[in-house]
């Protein structure tokens, strides 16, 4: 099994920044990809950000290249970030934290969500 908690979400103004985490717990060495996805209010939870251990690949939502990063710390293989910079309105949504693992690959694994609002 895998548990995944995120925090970091809060209130910030357009042009501000956060930082999100998400930490893994349980069967965290058989991770194939951890993300971030996003759910805004009225819309369809979307791809943010994928980091893939396999390799240290990374992809990006066309909307958040060049302002967001991803990463990993991999002296733990329990603990995701995501960097968010220059962040505007239509970034607000509740952000979540995703994985899948090798050995069960068709399963998703979800945090509860950490909301990020941004004013204008």
């Known amino acids: 099994q895998l548990q995944l908690m995120e925090s970091g979400g809060a209130l910030v103004q357009a042009g501000g920044s956060l930082n999100l985490s998400c930490a893994a717990s349980?069967?965290?060495?058989?991770?194939?990809?951890i993300g971030w996805y996003r759910q805004a209010p009225g819309k369809q939870r979307e791809l943010v950000a994928l980091?893939?251990?396999?390799?240290?690949?990374?992809?990006y939502s066309d909307s958040v290249k060049g302002r967001f990063t991803i990463s990993r710390d991999n002296a733990k293989n329990t603990m995701c970030y995501l960097q968010m910079n220059n962040l505007k309105p239509e970034d607000t949504a509740v952000y979540y934290c995703?994985?899948?693992?090798?050995?069960?690959?068709?399963?998703?694994?979800w945090g509860q969500g950490t909301q990020v609002t941004v004013s204008s």
């Open positions: 349980g069967n965290t060495v058989s991770i194939s990809t």
């Open positions: 980091f893939h251990t396999a390799d240290y690949n990374t992809e």
């Open positions: 995703n994985a899948r693992r090798w050995i069960d690959p068709r399963r998703d694994y």
